[in-house]
């Protein structure tokens, strides 16, 4: 039903889905706005509880005993394994609904480094592929230990934190990534897969349905890391993120580009102006479309190890990379968008 050009949400919808679109709700509350109400809900138990606020001040010396976690591999599975397991994500992943799909089998005892694009506007699809095991990631990669990477600053919010770490998440900084691209997996791992999302929220910025623009030919940091340490390169691309949200568009050398981009450097987020759907409307809100996102894994790229690797040879595999990271949007694009044809892969920006 439809009016004044609101569309809105019929009465019968069966209760799984209400429950569905009411999890997708949840999440995006706490994923776009957990850094904030953190800080909140920490400022209001200390200052205005009576007994609440000693329990507090007991976790600030678990966060001070657990401060460099995120920089040494994350949590362990015996932490994280309900927090990934459990209904809260089986309705998050079956809303959209998530699915994920390998092309090639992986060694189970060695190490890649997944590359994730695009970002879109909060990686939708890399969460409920990496970040869950509800896909079944931990079945179409065993032995791999799956770490998803995502800005260290969310680590250090007082009970958010908790959020990132149970989904087996690390940081994003050089010391963690090379802390997980060199030290081997604890047991029963074997191997292990980082993921990153190399585009970040500058590529966030440019995330629009029907588009799919990623800045990875900007980044070369994660080439050289992978010399380094002779990991192997994995391209992965999430068809359909750039469609669960609208945002309101500046283009490089806009005024809103550039309040953007001042902000993010100030805040380390990118401030966009999105929107989604509502609970009983579909028009406008904060709740992703429900529209499908499908998460492909493609084939490694072998690299060889160079401690200290020269801007040539990053060059040379960063060009590797990308070249593969295009076969693969244009060899699986007919599998999942609609206009296949039409829809290119946008690199240059």
Partial sequence: MEIFGVRFAPLSVPLERRLQT???????????????????????????????????????????????????????????RWARNNAFWRYFCNYFPLKLVKTVDLDPTKSYLFINVPHGILSTGAMGAFGTDILGCKELFPGLDVRPIILDQHFKIPFFREYPYSTGCCAANARSLEHLLSTPPKSPHTGRATILIVGGASESMESKPGTYRTLVKKRKGFVRLALKYGTSLVPVFSFGETDLYDQLYGPEGSTLRRVQNYIR????????????????????????????????????????????????QIDEYHEKFTKQLIELFESQKHNYIKDAETTALELDL
Avoid: H
């Avoid at 920490?42 to 329990?55: C, E, K, S, V």
């Avoid at 499908?294 to 690797?309: A, F, H, M, N, Y």
């Fill in 265 to 312: 450097k100030l805040i380390g987020l990118a401030p966009v102006i999105f929107s989604g759907r509502g609970f009983f409307q579909y028009s406008f809100g904060l709740i992703p479309k429900r529209l499908p996102v499908t998460v492909v894994v493609g084939s490694p790229i072998e690299l060889p190890k160079i401690p200290k690797p020269t801007t040539e």
């Fill in 22 to 80: 009411l999890v997708a709700a949840i999440w995006i509350f706490v994923s776009a706005f957990g850094d904030f109400w953190g800080y909140i809900i920490t400022a209001y138990l200390l200052l205005y509880t009576q007994t609440i606020r000693y329990f507090v001040l007991l976790y600030f010396i678990w966060m001070y005993y657990d401060w460099d976690t995120c920089n040494r591999g994350g949590r362990s599975e015996s932490w994280t």
